[in-house]
């Protein structure tokens, strides 16, 4: 300091140690001593925030707040120390509302409103302020499937389509709309046409690895067109490797083929990357049944158990039979 005392970064890594060290007014005395710089005070704020000192954190935010032309980061922040610290969740929602629709920081804020709202079961609100965030920037796709897959959660499918279709018609042979409207007609248990919006995908986007990927496990699942889904299935994993879902789906047609041990080979490594999904393990009990290893298949449908699976009586009814 005394070299550069107008260097943020040795302020704040004095700062952090003093932090680790648990002499926590030290550190935060340190802070309001360092650079009278809005920049400076909300890095030394994140400090705080981090190590759970929220109300050092928003005093030093809302020092922040007083120097003109500070960035709305500092809403952010107050939001988040709002909601973690004071478990005040309206003063949270307050404070990131206040962040301008045309701010860089506006689509993780909305995202942060959201997940608060929906927490905290206010459906409605939830699903004004999504509106409200696609109306504010309807040339960018991404708020309309946020919208979307907000009403789909909460199982208004008929409105989330008709908020695809809007999309659709806004945003021609967009595979994300595609995606996204396969996916509500897979929750609102209209399979065929999901699948055959999934299948529209592959026209306007022959390597989008999720749709590839829904197409083949279908397939796999169905036990039909097995040649077709596996080929799907290999692209799909050329194009996003050592994905969980993708190797199980692999696995899965693999099994279905009776490749057994090309089947055990996909599994492993898919439970070795995703280990709180219910439908691997339930695939992995299957696969290790079928290759002779039946002490990993009961410990896997045991595990699946656990996790809660929707198919919970037919992995029992496995287990009773193993």
């Known amino acids: 300091l005394d070299i550069n005392s107008e260097n943020p970064a040795i302020w704040l890594r004095l700062v952090q140690l003093n932090l680790k060290l648990n002499q926590v007014q030290t550190a935060l005395s340190i802070a309001e001593q360092g650079p009278e710089d809005a920049n400076f005070l909300l890095n030394a ?30 809403y952010y922040f107050l939001g988040v120390v709002a909601y973690r610290g004071d478990k005040d969740w309206q003063k949270a929602v307050g404070k990131l509302a206040q962040i301008s629709a045309d701010s860089p920081n506006f689509e993780r804020a909305t ?3 959201l997940r608060i ?13 999504a509106h409200a965030a696609r109306l504010s920037h309807s040339e960018d796709v991404k708020y309309w499937i946020m919208e979307a897959m907000l009403q789909a959660s909460f199982e208004r499918y008929v409105d989330a389509l008709e908020t695809l279709n809007q999309a659709s018609a806004a945003f021609r042979d967009n595979a ?11 929750q609102a248990g ?29 397939l796999a699942d169905q036990n039909r067109e097995l040649p077709r889904a596996l080929s799907l299935l290999e692209q799909a994993d050329k194009q996003l490797p050592d994905n969980p879902q993708i190797l199980d789906s692999l696995a899965w047609v693999h099994y279905r083929l009776k490749n057994f041990q090309e089947a055990w080979k996909f599994i492993t490594r898919a439970v070795e990357l995703e280990r709180a999904e219910p439908v691997i393990w339930d695939h992995y009990g299957d696969i290790a049944k079928a290759v002779g ?21 037919d992995i029992e009814a496995k287990l009773n039979k193993l």
């Open 45 to 74: 704020a994140t400090l705080f925030m981090d190590d759970k000192y929220f109300k050092e954190a928003e005093h030093l935010l809302l020092l922040a707040q007083g120097i003109p032309d500070v960035s709305d980061d500092v």
């Open 111 to 113: 995202q942060l409103r």
């Open 117 to 129: 709202l929906i927490e905290e079961k206010r459906v409605n609100e939830a699903l004004d302020v």
């Open 176 to 186: 994300e709309v595609l995606f996204a409207k396969g996916t509500v007609l897979e």
């Open 190 to 218: 209209r399979s065929s046409e999901a699948m055959a919006a999934m299948e529209e995908i592959l026209r306007v986007d022959p390597h989008h690895a999720h749709a590839l990927n829904y197409i083949g496990y279908t």
């Open 293 to 313: 290893r039946k002490q990993d298949a009961r410990k896997a449908w045991l595990r699946a158990l656990e996790l809660t699976p929707p198919n919970a009586a």
